[in-house]
C-alpha cells in the first residue's frame, strides 16, 4: 500500500493508518472511541494532520534527559510517517521491539502515545539518539 504523502493538512482513514502505522480498521475504532479527533463530512472521516500532530506531541514521552532539564532539539513540523516498535528496534539494532519497549519504560527513548496501548518512535529522534545526523 504505497499511498503518496499527503499533500495538504487533511487526511483520508487510509492516509492516517499509514502515517500512524496502524490498520484502518484501527483508526476507526480509536476515532469512534474519540481518541483521534476526526471530522465528519457525510459519510467519510477526515483528519486534520496539525491537530494529530499536536495531540500527539502532547502525549510524547520524554527521556530521563529532558526530563533533568537537558535541552533536546525536537525538530518542527509534521512528526513524518511514525515507525512502529519492530522497525524502531531494528534501526536501533535492538534484539526485538520488546527491548525497545524496556527502554521506553525506562526513558531511555522518545515514545510517541497514539492511544494506550500503541506506541509509535519518530525517525529523526532515534537518529538524533544514536548521534546520527540525517
Known amino acids: 500500500m504505497n499511498r503518496p504523502s499527503p499533500s495538504g493538512p487533511w487526511l483520508d482513514t487510509a492516509q492516517l493508518a499509514e502515517y500512524l502505522a496502524i490498520s484502518v480498521r484501527g483508526v476507526r ?4 472511541r474519540g481518541v483521534l479527533p476526526g471530522h465528519r ?3 467519510s472521516v477526515r483528519f486534520s494532520l496539525p491537530e494529530i ?3 500527539l506531541r502532547n502525549r510524547r514521552q520524554p527521556t530521563l534527559e529532558e526530563v533533568a532539564g537537558a535541552v533536546v532539539e525536537i525538530p518542527a513540523g509534521p512528526l513524518g ?4 516498535p519492530e522497525r524502531a528496534a531494528e534501526h536501533l539494532g535492538l534484539p526485538s521491539a520488546e527491548a525497545l519497549a524496556q527502554r521506553a519504560r525506562r526513558r531511555q527513548v ?5 492511544s494506550e496501548r500503541i506506541l509509535r518512535y ?3 529522534e532515534l537518529d538524533q539518539l ?3 545526523d540525517r
Open 29 to 32: 475504532e480509536l476515532e469512534r
Open 41 to 43: 463530512l457525510g459519510r
Open 53 to 55: 500532530d499536536g495531540q
Open 81 to 84: 510517517p511514525l515507525w512502529t
Open 110 to 114: 522518545p515514545v510517541y502515545r497514539v
Open 122 to 124: 519518530r525517525r529523526v
Open 130 to 132: 544514536l548521534g546520527r
